[in-house]
């Protein structure tokens, strides 16, 4: 199956800065989405994005599928942005579905 | 809320036992993923079906067998339990077989065994 490398693995910010987290592929996909994980184990739907750019207030989101990346952007973080931060990919050959290892993101007051 | 949900939220267990989970998915929706998380393996797919037909598989264990029925909610059996099954049990589901379509999560089940 593909492989899903997320970086950097683990993040800490000040509240209010900035910050890129990056998934690479392995393969080509063609489902490819962003979720967020928060502290009770929720994982919420942040970006469904297969290609193109797709902002949602201080979030957005980049993928270049000819180049196997996507990139998530968060501005002015906060402090409820913090959990773990996971791309995941359905392969567009086997259908089978990978996630990466997830980045984990930390906001300070 | 996702729409998906899953039943029990918790179950604790002992070892050699056998369980089972439910999802309903969201109205409309005719695919069910099932993904295990657990602390060492991250989230890994397992099985998912659509419209009652196994489409993909992952790596789900020959202890672990799943299920999706008429009324489109499928149910995850897992059998001789080891400690190392703890874990975040997760359903999804989407509106169609495969892709490109968005995945949504339910709660989860948190299993423990003992």
């Known amino acids: 199956g593909i492989q899903v490398e997320q970086s950097p693995p683990d993040l800490i910010l000040q509240e209010g800065a900035n910050s890129t987290l990056r998934c690479n592929f392995s393969?080509?996909?063609?489902?490819l989405q962003w979720f967020h994980q928060n502290p009770w184990g929720q994982l919420i739907n942040l970006f469904y994005i297969p290609s193109g750019t797709k902002q949602n207030g201080r979030l957005s989101a980049t993928t270049v599928a000819t180049e196997r990346y996507s990139l998530l952007y968060i501005s002015s973080s906060q402090t409820t942005d913090s959990g773990v931060y996971f791309c995941a990919g359905i392969s567009t050959n086997a259908g089978k579905s990978t996630f990466g290892d997830g980045t984990t993101l930390t906001v300070k007051p | 809320d996702s729409g998906v949900t899953q039943t029990p939220k918790h179950l604790i267990t002992a070892t050699g036992q056998r369980v089972t989970l439910r999802c309903s998915p969201r109205s409309g929706d005719l695919s069910v993923y099932w993904y295990q998380q657990s602390l060492d393996q991250g989230l890994q797919f397992l099985i998912q079906y659509y419209n009652g037909e196994e489409r993909a598989k992952g790596n789900i264990l020959e202890r672990f067998s799943a299920q999706q029925f008429p009324d489109l909610h499928s149910e995850l059996n897992l059998s001789s339990l080891e400690l190392g099954d703890s874990a975040l049990y997760f359903c999804a589901s989407s509106s169609a077989g495969r892709g490109p379509y968005e995945q949504y999560f339910g709660p989860g089940t948190r299993l423990t065994v003992t």
């Open positions: 393969d080509s996909v063609n489902n």
